[in-house]
């Protein structure tokens, strides 16, 4: 199985920038159809953003489309997630997750198999 541990997160103000990152171990990154979700406090954990196994199709939440940007380095068996015009409403754990099936329902949180440990994320206004 693949072990994943997410970096990157911390204290920025509103409007600033912010590059999650997601290691990969165990296995090839490349295996997966890899996404990003978060979880605000008192809120269920929410889709974010996701990429096919080559990295060629992308998918976004409304919330976040046109401010942040998921990619990945299957060589370095890393993926990331740039956050622009970042907002307090942003503020959540940032959470990577890896799934073994093909790109479909990649917003379902049910559809991944390893997840992240988890990396705050904090917008400031």
């Known amino acids: 199985q693949v072990q994943l541990v997410e970096s990157g997160g911390g204290l920025v103000q509103a409007g600033g920038s912010l590059r999650l990152s997601c290691a990969a171990s165990g296995r090839p990154l490349s295996l997966y159809v890899m996404g990003w979700f978060r979880q605000a406090p008192g809120k269920e954990r929410e889709f974010a953003a996701a990429?096919?196994?080559?990295?060629?199709?992308?998918y976004y939440a409304d919330s976040v489309k046109g401010r942040f940007t998921i990619s990945r380095d299957n060589a370095k068996n890393t993926m990331y997630l740039q956050m622009n015009s970042l907002k307090p409403e942003d503020t959540a754990v940032y959470y990577c997750a890896a799934d073994p099936g093909t790109f479909a329902l990649v917003y379902d949180r049910s559809a991944y198999d390893y997840w992240g440990q988890g990396t705050q994320v904090t917008v400031s206004s």
């Open positions: 990429i096919n196994r080559s990295g060629s199709r992308t």
